[in-house]
């Protein structure tokens, strides 16, 4: 079965501080896709990033980066600097076994606030 | 482009009565999803179109809901004889279908309330 794991349900830091958002993920696909969506207060879910599994280079975009690791089935996520406007719930979400459709597993999300 | 756009935003109902949701998405994008997101929950899927073709349903989708995209375009997602457990927003997304099938656009979504 696949799944995929936030167990931080709600984190709260003070505004430029560094956090790390977990994720934890099972498939046993061999070529599948990882993403992060933030979903702030208005509702709309925003992308952010998609990995595929034969790439595991870290990736840094600004504030923003993502640490993929295979071995641990992980694909954590860590802003930096955190700012106010940080504030949203993260999802974390693997692609289905039909790796190139928009059928996604989505993970709990965990809840960021960001106080100034 | 105006991304992808989800009517009512809010609907209120009472158990049994049915509700319909519209979903506009991007216009270039030839494939539609339906989610659903409960309370401090991930969305979870529940269909996709291909233009007008319907390719997977989740079994989340009771007999009560019914999805259609009759030109490939927008597309309706009804719930018949509503019930509590129904409540939810139900959130509608769009992408290619090739390449980056899977980067999904999310409308705003549509919260259901049923009383």
């Known amino acids: 079965a696949q799944k995929v794991t936030q167990a931080q349900t709600e984190i709260s830091v003070v505004e430029k501080e560094d956090v790390t958002l977990d994720c934890v993920y099972e498939?046993?696909?061999?070529?599948?896709?990882l993403f992060w969506y933030k979903q702030p207060p208005s509702g709309e879910l925003v992308f952010l990033i998609r990995?595929?599994?034969?790439?595991?280079q870290n990736e840094i975009s600004g504030r923003y980066s993502w640490n993929f690791q295979k071995s641990t089935s992980s694909f954590n996520f860590t802003i930096t600097a955190s700012q106010v406007v940080d504030s949203a719930v993260y999802f974390c979400?693997?692609?289905?076994?039909?790796?190139?459709?928009?059928?996604?597993?989505f993970g709990q999300g965990t809840t960021l606030q960001v106080k100034p | 482009d105006t991304g992808v756009s989800q009517n009512p935003r809010h609907k209120i109902t009472k158990r049994g009565q049915n509700v319909t949701f519209r979903c506009d998405p991007i216009?270039?994008?030839?494939?539609l999803y339906w989610y659903r997101q409960t309370l401090g929950q991930g969305p979870e899927f529940l269909t996709y179109?291909?233009?007008?073709?319907?390719?997977?349903k989740s079994r989340l989708l009771s007999d009560r809901f019914s999805a259609e995209r009759p030109k490939g375009s927008f597309s309706t997602l009804e719930i018949q004889r509503t019930e509590q457990g129904d409540s939810a927003m139900y959130l509608c997304?769009?992408?290619?279908?090739?390449?980056?099938?899977?980067?999904?656009?999310f409308g705003a979504g549509s919260r259901l309330t049923v009383l």
């Open positions: 997304a769009s992408s290619h279908s090739s390449p980056g099938a899977n980067v999904l656009t």
């Open positions: 498939t046993r696909d061999t070529t599948y896709y």
């Open positions: 990995r595929n599994s034969f790439d595991e």
């Open positions: 979400a693997l692609s289905g076994t039909s790796s190139n459709t928009g059928k996604l597993i």
């Open positions: 216009s270039e994008h030839n494939r």
């Open positions: 179109f291909q233009n007008e073709a319907q390719l997977e």
